[in-house]
């Protein structure tokens, strides 16, 4: 079991999880068709992977859910609402 710092964003629709973490968990990682994501500064970035039925575990609660993979550097996991 790993410790993840996971950001809830209520201005994101999608979930997202870092590359580095993505690679380093050893997460099968399912190529898609370049996917803009506008981040909180007004850039965008090229999402090109997705890693299918992520499980993580919150507050005793467990969740499973498509997670777009970007490199996110300041969290592990961007969970949108």
Same mark, same amino acid.
């Given at each position: #079991?790993?410790?993840?710092? &996971?950001?809830?964003?209520?201005g994101s629709t999608y979930n997202f999880m870092d590359e580095?973490? @993505?690679? +380093?968990?050893?997460?099968?990682?399912?190529? &898609? !068709?370049? /996917? @803009?994501? @506008? !981040?909180?500064?007004?850039?965008? *970035? /090229?999402? +090109?992977?997705?890693?299918?039925? %992520?499980?993580? #575990? =919150? /507050?005793? !609660?467990? %969740? *499973?859910y498509d997670v777009l993979v970007l490199p996110l550097g300041?969290?592990? =996991?961007?969970?949108?609402?």
């Amino acid at each position: #079991m790993k410790t993840l710092h &996971i950001l809830v964003d209520s201005g994101s629709t999608y979930n997202f999880m870092d590359e580095h973490l @993505a690679h +380093q968990l050893g997460c099968e990682l399912e190529p &898609i !068709t370049g /996917q @803009a994501v @506008a !981040t909180a500064d007004g850039n965008t *970035m /090229q999402c +090109q992977y997705v890693c299918k039925n %992520f499980k993580w #575990m =919150l /507050q005793g !609660t467990e %969740f *499973m859910y498509d997670v777009l993979v970007l490199p996110l550097g300041g969290c592990d =996991l961007v969970l949108g609402v």
